[in-house]
């Protein structure tokens, strides 16, 4: 099982949502889907989930073409959107019930597939509440209960974890990795713990294109740049460290204490060590500054400040 967008591309009047954009997520793989409000992730997944047309361009689940497959299609798929309607004036476990028979589950088969739902989204103790009477994060749930009660090939989640709390979003992650094993997960978040503690693969959406689309230990290698902080005994001429090979940038951040930026991402450490050796210095402390994913997602993501 996999899904696969080919050249899709969704325009909105005058602007292009979504532009040209290609990839495949197979069976096992849980990609975060990435970018800032307005990239156009949402309009991919309402695309890929058959509740929007695409302007050209195809999405398909399983070598079916959503656009012509519609309802098989939305019977493999579980889908979380961004803004989780509910129908608030109906039970938990009336609602779940209700989801199983759209998606025509036999009775016979609800009565055993609710309650191991309801289990596996932690759900027990609100299963006989109103939705209206839930919390934000435990509708969150109910969201999710209902992207799997049919057990679907595919999940796509929008925003999952709005509304957790933090024990909540380590139960969210944990179900997460628990149901990947077979079936092509996508999500979309901008917290980027999250993506680091569970995601294989993010694919980064800017202004409607794809600008990175990698393994996570990948993109945090090769993306942006690699600072070293350095702590000397003594003050050192700011001009001699920018002079050393591979140093981009210097800035003293207090006495002695200096953050120094490299070209390309480079291992500034055996350079300041053979510094100091050949300055007779004093090194107190030197630490390599690792890259973050939300670094990395600035460095992609961020627009040129017009002048």
Do not use: W
């Not at 055993?112 to 739902?117: N, T």
């Amino acid at each position: 099982m996999s899904l696969s967008t080919s050249h899709l591309t969704k325009v909105y009047d005058q602007q292009r949502a979504v532009n040209d954009i290609s990839f495949t997520v197979e069976k096992g793989e849980i990609v975060g889907f990435l970018g800032p409000n307005g990239a156009g992730k949402s309009t991919t997944m309402k695309i890929a989930t058959g509740y929007l047309p695409s302007t050209s361009g195809t999405v398909y689940v399983n070598g079916l073409d959503v656009a012509t497959h519609s309802l098989q299609v939305r019977k493999m798929i579980g889908y979380l959107p961004e803004h989780n309607p509910l129908y608030l004036d109906m039970y938990v476990h009336e609602y779940l019930h209700f989801i199983g028979r759209v998606f025509e589950i036999p009775n016979s088969n609800l009565k055993v597939r609710v309650p191991e739902i309801i289990e596996l989204c932690g759900l027990n103790r609100e299963q006989n509440k109103k939705i209206e009477a839930l919390s934000k994060g435990y509708r969150q749930r109910v969201g999710l209960a209902q992207a799997l009660i049919h057990n679907p090939e595919v999940l796509i989640l929008d925003e999952p974890t709005t509304g957790l709390d933090p024990n909540q979003i380590l139960e969210i992650r944990k179900l997460i990795k628990q149901i990947s094993a077979d079936k092509t997960v996508i999500f979309s978040t901008h917290i980027m713990q999250e993506v680091q503690a569970i995601c294989d693969r993010v694919i980064v959406i800017n202004q409607g294109e794809i600008v990175a689309d990698d393994k996570v230990n990948n993109l945090l290698k090769l993306q942006g740049k690699a600072n070293v902080v350095v702590e000397f005994e003594d003050e050192v001429s700011e001009e001699a460290l920018n002079d050393l090979n591979g140093v981009e940038k210097v800035i003293r951040l207090e006495k002695g204490l200096y953050r120094l930026t490299a070209k390309d991402g480079a291992d500034l450490r055996p350079e300041v060590f053979r510094f100091a050796s050949e300055q007779k210095l004093s090194l107190i402390g030197l630490k390599q500054e690792e890259n973050t994913l939300e670094d990395i997602f600035r460095l992609l993501t961020v627009k040129e400040e017009v002048s």
